[in-house]
């Protein structure tokens, strides 16, 4: 396997507290939430009526409307950040072979809300069924990444990551792996979901997994609280440009970041709670340390799962003090799904996309509703972001973790600390 340094050399994302990059660190610096009443169908009937929506976001600059109608809202998300990240990497035919390009794309639920819309409509009117002959290719999982290939001509490796919320963390490492076998010289990795639907909101309601908070929407989301009562669900994505350093060198490109490790693990017990001891967050910790060849304390920045969910956030936490002990009364941690909301397979991108920026800008990103933050957490040591801060990062560690016991790690440093390892 070749060892060569992985690098990051554009970014795109789409989420509920901005449209583009510059508006979402913008968002991030001045902790501004993305939690809304719910606006596209009618929440009444179930116990959770907010979420984390995109508001003003027009399809018509992806593609014309006929091409809009095959695809799903996460196909048109997709699209959206990888035309921002593509742009950013200075992306033309010239400079990038479309056999050596591939794509590593994730999701966790896939067009749900084209499936929600056909089955509503046939279980209104089962006299004449009428599905869309692009029903099927619009829920698909992967139809994300088909329709990045065929848009930007990309005949390299293709694949998608289904490993619940930890399904975007899964295919960046997937990517990397790619680009270190030496399949393909440039990977775009990803992920991107639109889970606000009635059988979403309705199924992790049923489960007790949502926040309830509803006459305090914007502050439902509470990581590593004790008044935690549950996530919120968001939506959005993020797309990573990553190349081999020798092909982002030949060409000129403008290196971002390197992506520097990544670990992956799973607890192999409950299918929906994690094991409180954490075993899988440590592992995959330790296996993107060993591979970025870090020491716990050569981590200056961590993007927390941090769901607000009670069983998640305490065996997240477990598994983080495992790995970095007393580490964690230093070490800030920013949490942000407290404003996007959680984009379940899409959180891992976008947060790894985050941490980028506070490499970029060199800034511990805000967070919000730090209210009562649990005491057994306070004592053992924790430092989350209440506020921007400025100070020196050159290595960050982003965790995400999901229903089957997932746990997936990213690393993404600073080029110059990085690549003076080498």
Known sequence: MNAEPIVVTGIGILSPVGKNVQENWNSLRNGISGVKAISRFDSAPFNTHFAAEIEGFDPSGIDHVKQLRKMDRLSWYALAAC???????????????????????????????????????????????????????????????GWIASRYGFKGPNQLSVAACASSNAAILT???????????????????????????????????????????????????????????????????????????????????????????NDAGHPTAADMDGYGTSASIRMALEMAKLDASEIQLINPHAT???????????GFHAVFSDLLKTIPMSATKCMTGHLLGAAGAV?????????????????????DTEISFVNSGILLCGKTMEGKIDHTLSHSAGFGGHNATVIISAPQAALSKL
């Not at 607000?308 to 936490?317: H, I, K, L, W």
């Not at 947060?351 to 209210?371: K, R, S, Y």
Request: charged share 15%; proline share 5%.
């Open 351 to 371: 947060e790894a996309a985050f941490n980028v920026l506070a490499l970029q800008n060199q800034a511990f990103p805000a967070g919000i509703n730090h209210f």
């Open 308 to 318: 607000s969910t009670p069983n998640g956030d305490s065996a997240e936490y477990n």
């Open 175 to 265: 990517a990397m792996l790619y680009l270190r076998a030496g399949l393909c010289d440039t990977m775009v990795a990803g992920g991107s979901d639109a889970p606000i639907t009635p059988s979403v909101i309705g199924g992790f309601g049923a489960m007790k997994a949502l926040s309830t908070r509803n006459d305090a929407m914007v502050e439902a989301s509470r990581p590593f609280a004790n008044s935690r009562d549950g996530f919120v669900l968001g939506e959005g994505g993020a797309a990573l440009v990553l190349e081999t350093l020798s092909h982002a060198e030949k060409r000129g490109a403008n290196i971002l970041a390197v992506l520097s490790g990544c670990g992956n693990a």
């Open 83 to 145: 035309d921002e990240a593509l742009n950013m990497a200075q992306f033309n035919q010239g400079n990038f072979k479309p056999d050596r390009t591939g794509v590593s794309w994730a999701s966790g639920n896939g067009g749900i809300e084209s499936i929600d819309e056909a089955l509503v409509a046939y279980a209104t009117d089962r006299s004449r069924p009428r599905f869309s002959p692009y029903f099927q290719s619009k829920a698909l999982p992967d139809s994300a990444s």
